[in-house]
């Protein structure tokens, strides 16, 4: 018998209620000041992460936990928590220690020049950080047993002998738009066949090829997305990757969103993602990197722009097309033979996720069983 709709959307919804719930409910959270971590990532001698100090309300309420009261309590205090400026934060990684301060928002940025060099031996590693500056609010320390916040990040460090890395666009990349929109979102994610309406098909099963090598040596590459979406909705993103099984990189390269008088607008997202290659290409050189966006915004010109500044560092780009509009297709095609009889880099407009994994299955990117399991989810 099939499932009624109206059960199926109530089924949704409880699930899209428990996933934005989710970041307001470990115990930790349940009042006072937080600490909010994003992966970390960099070289077995430099690192670089960042997090968030937040307060968001305790509201003394006894609800089961799993229940939609319990739920709707939760995203209640998420939405009504705010940065704490202004704190001290120790980071300590592999016994370099490092103290930083929040900003107006409550965000802080790590750069820790490590004493000694990480294990090689694994590729997560993790730092301990704590807040030292003194709650004036007894509140909040009563919340967090009496002591002040606490957290650990997770370090990405790729292996030393991966033979490249790749930097992936997100937004009608790798998942549909709507991403910006945190309603939208979490109705693909949840709602009516959610993993085929929101992840482009047979993008899983690539990233994965392109994160474990081409079968002879499982490396593990790293992958580094890059969205133009707040750093908001950071979790509801890595649910998306987690539910698609699509390989989540050490880090998502998300944008301040945060506006002041001085900044009325978000930064710009292409000088976003130009900063970010720009940044990546110095931390891991000489390491060559994949570049991979769409055609629906500025990615063919930014990524041509990175070629020309750094011939011998992009092996290719792969440019998902999401525009209608021939013209449009025409321009991608002229850079495209343009950066390949200057450079000798191809870019490779393709239509879907198999054009792209059969033109990396040829240049020894990923396995042929990766090429296959693309194939199939096409």
């Not at 949704?12 to 992966?39: D, E, F, Q, W």
């Not at 474990?212 to 750093?231: E, I, K, M, N, T």
């Not at 870019?347 to 792209?356: F, G, K, Y």
């Amino acid at each position: 018998m099939p499932k009624r709709p109206a059960n199926a959307a109530l089924r949704g919804l409880k699930k899209l209620l428990h996933l934005a719930a989710r970041p307001a409910k470990s115990k930790r959270a349940h009042g006072g000041r937080v600490i909010h971590t994003y992966r970390g990532y960099g070289t077995h001698r430099e690192v670089l992460m960042m997090g968030r100090v937040f307060r968001q309300p305790g509201f003394n309420l006894d609800l089961p936990e799993g229940s939609i009261r319990r739920d709707l309590a939760d995203i209640a205090r998420r939405t009504v928590r705010w940065g704490v400026k202004h704190v001290e934060v120790e980071v300590i990684l592999n016994g370099t220690r490092e103290v930083v301060t929040t900003d107006r928002d409550g965000y802080f940025d790590v750069h820790l020049h490590l004493e000694s060099p990480l294990p090689e031996d694994r590729i997560w590693h993790q730092a301990k950080l704590r807040v030292l500056s003194p709650s004036r609010d007894p509140h909040s320390r009563r919340a967090n047993g009496g002591a002040e916040a606490e957290a650990v990040a997770d370090i990405y460090i790729p292996p030393s002998d991966i033979d490249f890395a790749v930097i992936s666009d997100i937004d009608d990349t790798v998942m549909y738009t709507g991403v910006a929109n945190k309603l939208m979102m979490m109705y693909r994610l949840f709602l009516a066949d959610a993993k085929q309406r929101t992840a482009f098909p047979g993008v899983a099963p690539l990233y994965r090829g392109f994160h474990l090598g081409d079968g002879d040596r499982h490396c593990q590459r790293p992958l580094l997305y890059v969205s133009r979406a707040p750093w908001s909705i950071y979790e509801m993103l890595e649910e998306f990757f987690r539910l698609n099984n699509i390989p989540v990189g050490p880090i998502l390269f998300l944008r301040e969103w945060g506006l002041t008088l001085q900044r009325p607008l978000p930064r710009r997202a292409e000088d976003h993602k130009h900063d970010v290659i720009e940044t990546m290409l110095a931390l891991y050189d000489p390491l060559p990197f994949v570049l991979i966006g769409d055609s629906g915004q500025h990615d063919p010109e930014i990524y041509t722009a990175i070629v020309r500044e750094h011939p011998d560092r992009i092996r290719t780009v792969y440019i998902r097309d999401v525009s209608d509009d021939p013209d449009r297709r025409a321009a991608i095609e002229r850079l495209a033979a343009e950066i390949d009889r200057d450079t000798g880099c191809s870019l490779v407009l393709a239509s879907d996720s198999l054009t792209m994994a059969e033109h990396a299955h040829r240049e020894g990117y990923i396995s042929e069983e990766a090429l296959e399991q693309v194939r199939a989810a096409r």
